[in-house]
């Protein structure tokens, strides 16, 4: 998740220049930067140390921060000792005690402000769009000094102090737009809520900060691949440039940036520039950053000036000095961020055991699945279905660009050896991941699974029930033609003709028509089944006679009827290799037979069969070639597709 936000009253980040499009790196942001999401999915500490050019500051100690993302929601809250900025003005006061004695004392003004607290939190809408709030915590303390004329034997001059103390609560809201991943687009209110809380004798309206309303503008381009250019431009003329290049390095990812930074109250045009550079890998995050001011930041401060003009942010003024820091986050969790989902899944067909290849280059089942990062992912999905696999069998991967939803196929293998004795309901499991050793996301699912005589009815796939047992069908044809040894015409030409007949004479002589247990075109038998019944529909004896011709080497199509009389039927087809001038030497009916071009583009003649009619070869041909000239020739029911053949090789 990438939520892509900026908040609060300044968008000066003194912990590096970021990108919202290159999330392969996070930084210690404060709350109103939240986009720098960590790879980790629990919870994260973060803390920073600075190296100050100014006077001193109590301690080097920054930041100490702790964030926390749940589901799509994101928490922030930062504790920032270092975010302070004190000033001391001095102002001589001259005061009369009698027409001929006066008495001088300096006074001080100092007056300290602190953004010690924040806290922010982000919602992601979706994967392209996302919003959130933040608050601040901001004290100013203001000491005066009021001389105080004592007159004893001796007069003289004391100072007193008095103090006022300012407590303020920021809150503003922003939103972002991620538009492909290439261009993100945002705005942020400034100083939408203001609350000051006053206490004190003194009025410190003249020392308080500025806090106008108004807005941040925020966009960042993508122009390659790990190249980013962004700004900001607030409504009081702020502005903020940069760019980020970022690589893979060790293990992670390793990122340079820099930004440049206007306002006016600060010069020249581009008054200051703060680098940064920054090493991530999903479990800690290095960044060593700073700003460098154009200007000279020493001299004598003016109050009069001070108080006409203030100050509106107490990390970078006009009174700021350079500095560096070195930031450090830590994942407190091991568990890698989610970076996929699944949306919803749909299981597209139920399961029919014996079409195992088809599984295999048909999707059972689709997923959507969205990509909640903001980098370009590999879906790689898996499934499998309980009972049924041992292990998950994984399907071919899926490009998913950030912030994208795509449709993921899922793909099965069925183990010849599975037990599925009846048709039932099973469970499946469908995983996605994006290449890393953890899952991202799986769902279960009902899928319908058959025994292992069901059918989906598409003819094409009565192949599978044809190749299920060459070598038991290979045993039936070789005694079929060891009775019919020596009957066996001598011309070689005419040696699968006379194969085809007798093997079909010694079969269908077996046979009764049986139509199948469910009255359906849903039941399929085996060839060994229908030898063992005696009997079967259309279906069961293509399926038989097929296999026998098929386990010697004939090849064979069935011809898919599926219009006839509203019922779909199927007969089997015969190569007998033999060329158009040889057809003589079987009929000289020319629709009898029908040509079609073999591998090499030579017409060979191939016959029709009607399987049901279990007379003999002469009426199966008969009837067969009869029915297909009529339907698939005079018909065209070829050309309109009311009538296919299909090889089953």
């Not at 607030?234 to 930074?261: K, M, P, R």
């Not at 001038?581 to 191939?606: C, H, M, P, Q």
């Amino acid at each position: 998740m990438n939520v892509n936000l900026l908040y609060g009253q300044s968008t000066f980040n003194p912990f590096g220049n970021n990108s919202i499009l290159l999330p392969n790196f996070r930084l210690n942001t404060l709350e109103m930067n939240t986009q720098n999401y960590s790879p980790a999915s629990d919870w994260e500490i973060g803390f920073a140390v600075g190296l100050y050019n100014s006077p001193a500051i109590a301690g080097n100690l920054s930041l100490i921060s702790i964030s926390k993302k749940i589901s799509d929601h994101y928490f922030y809250l930062r504790y920032t000792p270092g975010f302070q900025k004190a000033f001391s003005f001095r102002s001589g006061t001259q005061i009369l005690v009698s027409n001929s004695q006066q008495v001088e004392s300096e006074l001080k003004t100092r007056i300290d402000y602190n953004d010690n607290f924040g806290l922010g939190y982000a919602y992601n809408i979706s994967g392209n769009l996302s919003a959130g709030l933040s608050v601040r915590y901001l004290n100013q303390k203001t000491q005066n000094d009021i001389p105080v004329l004592v007159s004893d034997t001796v007069s003289y001059i004391i100072a007193e102090t008095e103090e006022l103390e300012r407590k303020y609560w920021i809150g503003d809201i922003g939103i972002m737009y991620n538009l492909k991943n290439k261009i993100a687009l945002g705005i942020q209110t400034k100083n939408m809520i203001v609350s000051i809380d006053e206490s004190g004798a003194v009025d410190g309206n003249n020392y308080s900060l500025r806090t106008p309303k108004g807005a941040a503008f925020y966009f960042d381009y993508l122009p390659a691949e790990n190249v980013s250019l962004n700004g900001i431009f607030e409504t009081d003329l702020a502005l903020s440039l940069g760019t980020v290049f970022s690589f893979d390095f060790y293990n992670g990812s390793l990122s340079f940036g820099c930004n440049l930074l206007h306002d006016k109250y600060q010069s020249p045009f581009i008054n200051s520039v703060s680098p940064s550079i920054n090493y991530s890998s999903n479990l800690f995050s290095v960044t060593l950053s700073g700003v460098k001011y154009f200007t000279g930041r020493k001299g004598n401060l003016d109050l009069n000036k001070f108080i006409v003009e203030r100050i509106e942010n107490v990390n970078n003024n006009r009174f700021s000095y350079d500095r560096a820091y070195l930031s450090i986050n830590i994942a407190l969790s091991f568990k890698s961020e989610q970076r996929l989902k699944i949306l919803e899944a749909e299981i597209l067909k139920e399961i029919h055991p014996t079409l195992v290849d088809t599984y295999l280059y048909e999707p059972f089942a689709k997923a959507q699945v969205i990509n909640l990062t903001g980098e370009k992912l590999r879906v790689i999905p898996s499934a499998k279905i309980d009972l049924i696999n041992d292990g998950f069998v994984q399907s071919q991967s899926v490009v998913a660009n950030a912030h994208d939803t795509v449709y993921v196929p899922f793909y099965i293998s069925i183990p010849e050896d599975a037990e599925i004795k009846k048709r039932d309901i099973y469970q499946v499991r469908l995983l996605i991941a994006s290449g890393k050793t953890e899952n991202d996301d799986e769902i279960q699912k009902s899928i319908l699974v058959n025994d292992r005589n069901s059918w989906d009815g598409n003819v094409r796939n009565l192949k599978y029930f044809v190749s299920s047992s060459y070598s038991l069908s290979r045993k039936i044809v070789s005694e079929y033609l060891k009775v019919n040894k020596g009957k066996i015409s001598d011309d070689r030409r005419l040696d699968i003709f006379e194969k085809t007949k007798k093997i079909f004479d010694e079969f269908i002589k077996q046979m009764t028509y049986v139509s199948d247990p469910r009255a359906t075109k849903e039941y399929v038998q085996f060839p060994l089944q229908t030898i063992q019944l005696k009997g079967g529909d259309c279906d069961d004896l293509s399926v038989a006679f097929a296999s026998f011709l098929e386990s010697i080497g004939i090849q064979t199509a069935f011809v898919d009827y599926k219009n006839s009389e509203a019922v779909n039927h199927v007969n089997v087809m015969v190569n007998l290799e033999l060329k158009p001038v040889e057809a003589s030497l079987i009929t000289k009916n020319d629709k009898k037979y029908f040509l079609r071009k073999n591998s090499k583009g030579e017409d060979e003649i191939w016959l029709p069969l009607e399987m049901t009619s279990l007379t003999d070869f002469e009426t199966a041909w008969e009837l067969g070639s009869a029915k297909f000239y009529k339907e698939a020739i005079s018909g065209m029911g070829l050309i309109k597709g009311d009538v296919e053949i299909i090889d089953i090789y």
